[in-house]
């Protein structure tokens, strides 16, 4: 029997948890144009590596193509050079889109909300422009089961982020294919590959409650190391029979 490496075992684990993720979801069909957002961090530069590896598969026949948004008014700095290089090795354009947004504009909403807001807005503008059907994003499971604590505890709703999102407005499909690879895998992917970090990274960073979440996830593996699964699980076995509901008025 064939021994494999640490790093092997670790990419092996990664590329079943993708293709499971990108097959039970439905995330990828015959003529995808794809276009990947690559922010530059971690998961965004594994996504690049993992879609390009599967779209070498004879099918379904998909293309992808990476933006790398640019938000000038913004104090973070991104190797762009460095971006190009790495995406181009694994056959995969860069597109570089600049943009900016006046956060006076809308004192509601904090700078992350505003930045993450105009930088989706930038994407749909460059997968417009280079022809795609799908755009691409990062998130692995973490970021799922840590929105959907998130939004228990500081929204009162249940909902994260979907494996797959379909933006009628802008004729425009969101797809997470890393929705069932653990955080964790990408690390050590990360290290393995000598990933590269932002120069500068964004100065609004500590205003979200992530880091937070993501302990409270570690508490709860700590209690049940299952429990990333049964929450996985819980957001499609919903028992409405077992919900509180409010009576309805009387007409």
Request: charged residues 30%; contains cysteine; proline residues 4%.
């Amino acid at each position: 029997m064939a021994k494999y490496t640490e790093e092997e075992k670790m990419l092996r684990r990664i590329e079943k948890r993708f293709a499971k993720g990108v097959v039970e979801y439905g995330l990828i069909e015959e003529g995808d144009k794809i276009l990947i957002g690559l922010s530059g961090g971690k998961d965004s530069l594994a996504l690049v590596e993992l879609l390009a590896r599967r779209a070498r598969i004879y099918k379904p026949r998909f293309s992808v193509v990476a933006a790398h948004v640019v938000m000038k008014n913004i104090a973070y700095e991104s190797d762009t050079d460095y971006l190009r290089r790495y995406a181009e090795s694994w056959g995969v354009p860069l597109v570089v889109y600049e943009t900016e947004f006046d956060a006076s504009t809308d004192t509601r909403k904090s700078p992350c909300f505003l930045c993450s807001w105009n930088r989706r807005k930038a994407l749909f503008t460059v997968a417009k422009e280079q022809g795609c059907n799908k755009i691409a994003l990062g998130h692995h499971m973490d970021d799922i089961l840590e929105t959907l604590l998130m939004n228990i505890t500081f929204q009162g709703a249940f909902g994260t982020m979907p494996p797959r999102l379909v933006m009628k407005k802008f004729d425009m499909t969101i797809i997470r294919p890393m929705c069932l690879v653990h955080e964790s895998d990408l690390e050590e992917l990360a290290s393995a590959r000598g990933f590269r970090k932002q120069v500068k990274n964004c100065p609004y960073e500590h205003d979200s409650h992530r880091s937070s979440m993501k302990d409270v996830l570690k508490q709860l593996e700590a209690m049940n190391p299952e429990a990333r699964y049964s929450l996985w699980g819980s957001m499609s076995n919903v028992q409405d029979e077992l919900l509180p509901r409010k009576e309805q008025p009387m007409p």
